[in-house]
């Protein structure tokens, strides 16, 4: 698998996931089930789970909320953040009930009496701390019009808390620096990465929904991981989380840094199209969505279907199976071979068969 030449950072271990230090990108996401419903907050990480994500935060608005961490811990298997803002106690009692992260700004929880509890507590239970600094939250950031200058202003932000951290002799920091403005993000994660080597969690905020927040988050965190910025990202939308997951793993085995388990090429469909490809590319789609433990295979199975000869015959060849359509038909290729033909009603089923039998 091809690795981006990436910015050298601290190993931080979050609940037994190591981010930075040139380990795999982490993937993220968020619950967003009622504050008090813990049960709900489990069925939802277990969905997570089993979509292939690798730490999960929660807001922990108040104690209460945070006296479920523990109940929520017996029940999963990944690592558990949590988003804590304002209220110091409420970061104590995360720490206490086991919490594997804390998310949080040292400025906005209170004095330096508040900062040194939380960050005490921390370092005795081996808990790191992510800083978030988020530009829709920031009043000095959002006064100003310049996004370089934004940029740099979310820097410095983060920075002023790092500094909180590193006079207490506390290290095991992780920083995100998002805003809703690519720029601005792609410029604060630069000029961070140029100071400090913590690692970094990316993320486009207020991205938007499945479709325009996938395209913005895409373009925004493709520019960064291709920098070789990053140790762990989420990808933010209106939506399920189990989509944040899903296209995370997507981005991520477009630029060949992590495997998503198959990897579907299909070309655009033309005039010389005699098959409904579209079609027969969704029903496939949703077939290998059910399939688990895709992500456990070493590199990306790629899986070609091609609705014309003009480029068919070459794309399915490079792949592990592939068909290329012609009229009322498709020739089926197994690493770069002839196979055999498949009529287009038998194209989902045959395709569907082969990669399971190839995961066996």
């Not at 609940?15 to 009622?34: C, E, F, L, R, Y």
């Not at 049960?39 to 690798?54: M, P, S, T």
């Not at 509890?117 to 701390?129: C, F, G, N, T, W």
Request: net charge positive.
């Amino acid at each position: 698998m091809k690795y981006f030449k990436r910015y050298q950072t601290k190993k931080i271990n979050v609940g037994g996931v190591i981010i930075g230090g040139g380990s795999p990108i982490a993937v993220q996401s968020m619950t967003n089930t009622d504050k008090l419903d813990w049960n709900a907050a489990v069925r939802q990480i277990k969905e997570l789970q089993e979509a292939g994500c690798e730490i999960v935060r929660m807001s922990l608005p108040d104690i209460e909320t945070a006296q479920n961490v523990s109940k929520i811990k017996k029940q999963i298997k990944i690592p558990l953040v949590a988003d804590i803002h304002f209220d110091y106690r409420i970061a104590l009692e995360a720490v206490k009930q086991g919490v594997d992260k804390l998310r949080l700004n040292p400025g906005n929880i209170g004095g330096q009496e508040n900062v040194e509890a939380v960050v005490r507590e921390a370092k005795a239970a081996h808990i790191p701390i992510r800083i978030g600094v988020n530009a829709g939250s920031l009043k000095k950031v959002r006064t100003i019009n310049n996004n370089l200058l934004r940029a740099k202003a979310l820097s410095s932000a983060a920075m002023e808390h790092i500094h909180i951290l590193e006079r207490l002799k506390f290290y095991d920091i992780v920083v995100s620096l998002k805003a809703s403005n690519i720029e601005t993000t792609v410029e604060a994660y630069k000029i961070f990465a140029s100071k400090r080597n913590y690692p970094l969690h990316l993320g486009i905020t207020e991205a938007g929904s499945i479709f325009s927040g996938n395209i913005k988050s895409a373009a925004g965190l493709g520019i960064m991981l291709y920098d070789g910025i990053g140790d762990t990202i989420r990808v933010s939308l209106t939506a399920d989380p189990v989509e944040e997951v899903k296209s995370a793993y997507s981005l991520l085995q477009s630029l060949q840094l992590r495997s998503a388990g198959i990897e579907i090429v299909s070309c655009p469909t033309c005039s010389r199209t005699e098959v409904n490809l579209i079609k027969i590319v969704s029903e496939v789609e949703k077939a290998v969505s059910k399939m688990k433990n895709l992500k456990k295979l070493k590199k990306p199975l790629k899986v070609a279907l091609m609705g014309c000869i003009v480029n068919g015959p070459g794309e399915a060849k490079d792949a592990d199976f592939g068909i290329a359509g012609g009229k009322n038909c498709g020739i089926l290729f197994r690493n770069g071979k002839i196979i055999g033909k498949v009529s287009p009603n038998k194209w989902v089923s045959k395709l569907v068969s082969m990669m399971r039998n190839y995961r066996k």
